[in-house]
C-alpha cells in the first residue's frame, strides 16, 4: 500500500527559508519520476518542482531559481527546499509521483504540509 507522508511545513517570513520532506513507503522514489504540487487555499492544485528518474529536475517559472527538488535514494525520501519564500508561496504542498500514483480509487494523496509566509 502507499503512503506518502510530508512534513516541514511552517509559518515563515518572506525572503525565508524551509526544507519540505516526503517520507514514502509502498513505492520507490528511486525508479519513478517524482514532483512536488501545491494548493492554494480557493485555487487548483499545481505542479511545482519536478525530478526524473535519472535526476533532472524541472520547475514552474513562478519558483526556478528559488526551489531545489531533491531525493535521498536510500531514505526513500523526496525533499524540496525552498529559498527567498514570497507570501504567493503559501499552501498545502504535495508529493506524489508524476502523473501521480493511483489505485482502484483513484489518485493518492498525502496529507500535505502547510506552508504560511506572512509576515
Known amino acids: 500500500q502507499v503512503q506518502l507522508v510530508e512534513s516541514g511545513g511552517d509559518l515563515v517570513q518572506p525572503g525565508g527559508s524551509l526544507r519540505l520532506s516526503c517520507a514514502a513507503s509502498?513505492?520507490?522514489?528511486?525508479?519513478?519520476?517524482w514532483a512536488w504540487y501545491r494548493q492554494a487555499l480557493g485555487k487548483e492544485r499545481e505542479l511545482v518542482a519536478a525530478?526524473?528518474?535519472?535526476?533532472?529536475?524541472s520547475y514552474a517559472d513562478s519558483v526556478s531559481g528559488r526551489f531545489t527538488i531533491s531525493r535521498d535514494n536510500a531514505k526513500n525520501t523526496l525533499y524540496l527546499r525552498m529559498n527567498t519564500l514570497k507570501p504567493v508561496d503559501t499552501a498545502v504542498y504535495y508529493c506524489?509521483?508524476?502523473?501521480?500514483?493511483?489505485?482502484?480509487?483513484?489518485?493518492?494523496w498525502g496529507q500535505g504540509t502547510q506552508v504560511t509566509v506572512s509576515s
Open positions: 525530478i526524473t528518474v535519472g535526476g533532472v529536475s
Open positions: 509502498g513505492i520507490n522514489v528511486s525508479i519513478n519520476r
Open positions: 506524489n509521483t508524476h502523473p501521480p500514483v493511483r489505485d482502484i480509487r483513484g489518485e493518492i
